[in-house]
């Protein structure tokens, strides 16, 4: 039985709200196993048998089918998400700033997210499928790299996640 980490893209803001209760009671009729959910913004964990690129498709049918939205997820199992912690050279906290982890299903994404961001400061590719990098105190949204991955183009493939969410859900992955 693998452990996956499932991250929702856009759960819990602009008007898509998902009770992480019934986002589980859902989750638990597909063929996946202790379904649990971590903190209120899409993150869950689960295991099952099904190959992972399948388990992703039943997981967004569902979603659609239960909550009406055009769901996407990444899915990644739980080894390669404490693979992923271990590589971001930033601390998640420090005096001035946090650091984020950008994830996708399509690594081209990340590629062209990676040209569009050019010669920024504080942004390294960690895996084909993630991107670390670091937005300042109070200032997330308005980083230059979070800026470019609220670009339209992106919202089917890609989720960021605080470095700290990502220490959590491996921490929680592991006691499943």
């Known amino acids: 039985m693998a452990k996956f980490v499932v991250l929702l893209r856009g759960v819990n803001v602009g008007g898509i709200n998902i009770k992480m209760a019934e986002l589980r009671r859902e989750l638990t009729t597909l063929p996946c196993q202790q379904v649990?959910?971590?903190l209120a913004s899409g993150n869950v964990?689960?295991?099952?048998?099904?190959?992972?690129?399948?388990?992703?498709?039943?997981?967004?049918?569902?979603?659609?089918?239960?909550?009406g939205y055009d769901a996407w997820v990444i899915l990644l199992?739980?080894?390669?998400?404490?693979?992923?912690?271990?590589?971001t050279p930033f601390a998640a906290?420090?005096?001035?700033?946090?650091?984020?982890v950008t994830a996708s299903s399509d690594p081209e994404a990340l590629n062209e997210l990676m040209a569009l961001a050019g010669?920024?400061?504080?942004i390294v590719r960690i895996g084909p499928e993630a991107i670390a990098w670091q937005a300042p105190i109070g200032g997330t949204l308005d980083a230059p790299f979070g800026k470019l991955t609220a670009k339209a183009k992106f919202k089917s493939n890609i989720t960021t996640r605080n470095l700290r969410t990502l220490i959590k859900l491996r921490d929680a992955a592991d006691a499943l």
Do not use: C, M, N
């Not at 689960?46 to 239960?66: D, G, H, M, N, V």
């Not at 199992?77 to 590589?87: E, N, S």
């Not at 906290?93 to 984020?100: E, I, K, P, Q, V």
């Open 119 to 122: 010669d920024l400061p504080g």
């Open 45 to 67: 964990l689960l295991t099952s048998e099904i190959p992972l690129a399948e388990l992703k498709a039943l997981i967004e049918a569902k979603l659609r089918e239960s909550f």
């Open 36 to 38: 649990t959910t971590l």
């Open 77 to 87: 199992p739980a080894a390669r998400v404490d693979q992923l912690i271990t590589a």
């Open 93 to 100: 906290d420090s005096a001035t700033g946090h650091a984020y």
